[in-house]
Nanobody
Framework: QVQLVESGGGLVQAGGSLRLSCAASGRTFSNYAMGWFRQAPGKEREFVAAINWSGGSTTYADSVRDRFTISRDHAKNTVYLQMNSLKPEDTAVYYC??????????????????WGQGTQVTVSS
């Protein structure tokens, strides 16, 4: 059974930082892209960041580029999202996702069919 378990969310003041982790089990995602999405109350789930199988290629939503960094550790089967200069509009539930895109990268929701349970990130002003 594939499991993606996020951790690292919490409450932080604007301008602060958080580091999210996503540990995968039951399947190796070494040859597949991984991504982070988020969903704020009353809004649709949106793309945040993605990383290809090797970690050599990343892509970000415009709203988080230059503030967030996605990375992965194959040995630990874990993906990270370092979030700096957080803003109140970053408040959302953040989801880790495992892609079906092999050796590529995708920001599309439909490219991901493995999802974590989500972790809450709240940024106070």
């Amino acid at each position: 059974q594939v499991q993606l378990v996020e951790s690292g969310g919490g409450l932080v003041q604007a301008g602060g930082s958080l580091r999210l982790s996503c540990a995968a089990s039951g399947r190796t995602f070494s040859n597949y892209a991984m991504g982070w999405f988020r969903q704020a109350p009353g809004k649709e789930r949106e793309f945040v960041a993605a990383i290809n199988w090797s970690g050599g290629s990343t892509t970000y939503a415009d709203s988080v580029r230059d503030r967030f960094t996605i990375s992965r550790d194959h040995a630990k089967n874990t993906v990270y999202l370092q979030m700096n200069s957080l803003k109140p509009e970053d408040t959302a539930v953040y989801y880790c996702a495992g892609s079906t895109v092999r050796y590529g990268i995708s920001p599309l929701l439909g490219s991901y069919n493995y999802w974590g349970q989500g972790t809450q990130v709240t940024v106070s002003s």
